[in-house]
C-alpha cells in the first residue's frame, strides 16, 4: 500500500478546522486514529476520563467517515498495539506514506515519540502549528524571553490588548485587570441558594457501547460512570456552552472559589462552574468563541463585569499561559523537586476513605465525577499533597488520572504549581494555608472529627498542624519572600514548646498518613 500523507490524529484533536486535515486529499492521503490501552494504563485512569476520550473520538471518527475520509481507526480490543508509538510505526509501514502530518501533540512525550519513529523510519514528518491556542509556543517564547517575571497576571494583560477582550483602547473594561478581590466570597452559613442544574447530555448507542467496552477492558481502574455527564460532540460541547452563559457565568465570580458539601439529596458539585475544560481540552470547543460567547452575553445582558472577567481571566490567562510554560519549561517541568520531597501518595486518594472530611469530600466527589473544581484540586488535595511532602511525581500521576480534563500540558504546569515545584519560576509562592482556610470557605470543616483550629493533639486538624509545621520547617527560605513574610512572622511569635508540640504531633501524622 501507499498513500501520499498520512494525517494522524491524536484523541485530544477533535476539531474540525484540525491543521493536519488541512490540503487533505481524500484520493492520495490518509488518516489515522487509535486507541491504545496504554494510554489509559500508563497513568491508572477514571473510568470516565477514558470514557469522554474514546467516545469523543469515535463520534469524531463517524464524521470523518460519513465526510468520506479514507480512515483507518484502531479500535480498542480489535488489534494487538499497547502504545500509539507501537500502533503508529505498524500503520506507517502498512500505508507506505510519503510524509506524515500531525498538529502538534499535547504531550511532550508523544511529540517525542513520533519525530523518533518519523527519524527511524525515514519518513518527513510534518508538526502543524496548533492553531486552537491564542498564543501559540513560539509567541510564548518570545514573551517569557530576556529572563522576564513569569507571571500569569502581565501575559494576561497583553493577551487582552492583543485579543482587545474587555478593553477600551489600551485601558480595561471598568478601569481595573482584576476583580479577584470581589471573587472570593465564601457561601456563609445558609449555604448556596438555588444551585443550578448541570445540562443534560444523552447517553447514545457509541457511549453505551464505550461504557462496555471500559467495564471489559478496564473494569478495576477506579472512578465511576454512573454520573457521566460530559459532551463528546462539538454539539453537545456547544449546548454547554450555551447553558453556562444562561445560567452561571452571572454568579461564576462571586462563587468560584467557594466549595459546599450538600446535605438535602442534592447532589452538586459543579456549582456555578462552566464544566468546559474537558470540551476546550479535546478541541470540541475552541477559546475565542468561549470568550466571544461571554463578551456578548456580558454586553447584551449587563452580566456583572467580575463574573465576566474572572471567567475569561481563566481562559485567555491561565489556560494560555498554561500551555506556554509547559512547552517552555519540558522536559525539565515533569523531574522538578526543589524540596526533594519522597513520601508516597496516601491510599485514600485514589478512594476517599480518610476522617479528614475536606479530603473525604474532594476525592469522593473526584471519584465519583472525574471533576472538582480548581480550589478543591489547589487548597486541598493539592495543598494536602505539599504539605504532606508527596513526591510531585506522584501526585502527578494521580491529577492525570483522576480528571476528565486532565492532559498533560495543562494538568502538569499546574501541579507544579500547586506543589510549587515551579520553585517560585511561574507562582510566587506556595499556596498553602491552614484549616481556618477551609473552614471559612466551604462547610466541610463542620462535618468534621478535626477542630479546624486546634494545632496539636487528637483532635488536631491535620492540614492545620501540617501547615505549620511546613512554615516552621521553611520559616527562613518563606521569611525572605514577600508574599510570604506575613505567615512567617506567626511562626516568630510561636514559643520553643508550642513549636515542639506541632512537631510531635505532625510527625505522628506523617507516619499515620494513611489511617488519619
Ligand atoms: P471553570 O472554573 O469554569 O473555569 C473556566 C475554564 O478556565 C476551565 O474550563 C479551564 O479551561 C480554564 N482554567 C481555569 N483554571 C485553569 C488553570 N489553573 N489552568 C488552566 N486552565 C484553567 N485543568 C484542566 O483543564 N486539566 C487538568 O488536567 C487540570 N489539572 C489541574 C490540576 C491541579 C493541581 C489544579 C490546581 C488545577 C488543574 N486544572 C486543570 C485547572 C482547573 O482546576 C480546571 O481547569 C477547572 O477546575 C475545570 O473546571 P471548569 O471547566 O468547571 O472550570
Ligand atoms: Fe479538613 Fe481540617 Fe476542616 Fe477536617 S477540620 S475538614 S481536616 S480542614
Redesign the pocket.
Known amino acids: 500500500m501507499h498513500c501520499r500523507n498520512l494525517a494522524i490524529i491524536l484523541g485530544d484533536q477533535l476539531n474540525a478546522d484540525n491543521p493536519a486535515l488541512e490540503d487533505f486529499d481524500q484520493q492520495q492521503d490518509h488518516l489515522l486514529m487509535v486507541e491504545a490501552p496504554a494510554e489509559a494504563t500508563q497513568v491508572w485512569s477514571h473510568k470516565a476520563r477514558i470514557a469522554l476520550f474514546l467516545s469523543a473520538m469515535r463520534h469524531y471518527a463517524d464524521t470523518l467517515i460519513k465526510k468520506n475520509y479514507p480512515l483507518t481507526y484502531l479500535r480498542l480490543g480489535e488489534h494487538a498495539h499497547e502504545t500509539l508509538k507501537a500502533a503508529w510505526e505498524y500503520e506507517i509501514k502498512r500505508l507506505n506514506p510519503e510524509k506524515i502530518i500531525i498538529c502538534e501533540p499535547g504531550e511532550y512525550s508523544l511529540e517525542q515519540d513520533l519525530q523518533a519513529l518519523a527519524k527511524t523510519l525515514n519518513i518527513p514528518l510534518a508538526i502543524k502549528d496548533d492553531q486552537h491556542f491564542m498564543c501559540s509556543r513560539a509567541d510564548f517564547k518570545r514573551w517569557a524571553a530576556g529572563g522576564k517575571t513569569l507571571r500569569m497576571e502581565f501575559f494576561y494583560r497583553e493577551m487582552r490588548k492583543k485579543y482587545q477582550v474587555l478593553m477600551h483602547e489600551d485601558k480595561p473594561a471598568g478601569g481595573d485587570w482584576n476583580y479577584d478581590a470581589e471573587n472570593r466570597q465564601s457561601f456563609g452559613i445558609s449555604g448556596p441558594a438555588n444551585i443550578p442544574n448541570t445540562p443534560k447530555v444523552e447517553t447514545d448507542l457509541i457511549t453505551k457501547r464505550v461504557f462496555a467496552d471500559i467495564e471489559k477492558y478496564f473494569p478495576e481502574h477506579p472512578g465511576s460512570l454512573e454520573h457521566f455527564i460530559w459532551p463528546v460532540t462539538r454539539e453537545a460541547a456547544l449546548d454547554f456552552l450555551q447553558d ?1 452563559i444562561q445560567y ?1 457565568l452571572a454568579d ?1 465570580g462571586a462563587h ?1 472559589d467557594a466549595m459546599w458539601q450538600t446535605h438535602n439529596g442534592k447532589d452538586s458539585p ?1 456549582l ?10 479535546l478541541k470540541l470547543l475552541n ?1 475565542r468563541e ?1 470568550i466571544d460567547a461571554a463578551v456578548k452575553a456580558y454586553q447584551a445582558h449587563h452580566l456583572p463585569l467580575q463574573s465576566v472577567e474572572g ?1 475569561i ?3 485567555l ?7 506556554g510554560l509547559y512547552w517552555l519549561d519540558m522536559p525539565r517541568m515533569a523531574e522538578q523537586n526543589p524540596f526533594k520531597h519522597h513520601r508516597d501518595l496516601p491510599a485514600w486518594y485514589w478512594t476517599g476513605q480518610t476522617n479528614m472530611n475536606c479530603q473525604r469530600q474532594c476525592v469522593s466527589q473526584t471519584m465519583q465525577h472525574g ?9 486541598v ?2 495543598m494536602f499533597g505539599l504539605l504532606t511532602e508527596v513526591d510531585p511525581r506522584q ?1 502527578e500521576a494521580w ?2 488520572a483522576a ?1 476528565i ?4 500540558w ?6 507544579s ?3 510549587y515545584s515551579n520553585n517560585g519560576r511561574f507562582t510566587s509562592k506556595p ?1 498553602i494555608a491552614s484549616g481556618a482556610y477551609i473552614k471559612r470557605m466551604s462547610n466541610y470543616c463542620t462535618h468534621c472529627t478535626y477542630k479546624p483550629e486546634v494545632k496539636t493533639g487528637p483532635s488536631a486538624c491535620p492540614v492545620t498542624t501540617l501547615y505549620w509545621h511546613f512554615m516552621i520547617k521553611h520559616h527562613e527560605v518563606f521569611s525572605r519572600n514577600p508574599r510570604m513574610a506575613l505567615m512567617a512572622k506567626h511562626v516568630d511569635k510561636l514559643d520553643e514548646d508550642a513549636i515542639e508540640a506541632i512537631q510531635h504531633t505532625a510527625k505522628q501524622m506523617l507516619k499515620n498518613l494513611d489511617h488519619l
Not at 490567562?317 to 498554561?322: I, Q
Not at 471533576?371 to 487548597?379: E, G
Request: charge should be neutral; aromatic fraction near 20%.
Open positions: 453556562f452561571r461564576f468560584q459543579y456555578w462552574h462552566s464544566l468546559l475544560s474537558s470540551s476546550l481540552n477559546p468561549v471567567f481571566r481563566q481562559i490567562g491561565w489556560r494560555e499561559f498554561m500551555h471533576y472538582a473544581h480548581h480550589i478543591q484540586r489547589l487548597m488535595t493539592g501526585v491529577y492525570l480528571y480534563d486532565a492532559v498533560e495543562v494538568e502538569l504546569p499546574n501541579v504549581m500547586a506543589m499556596y
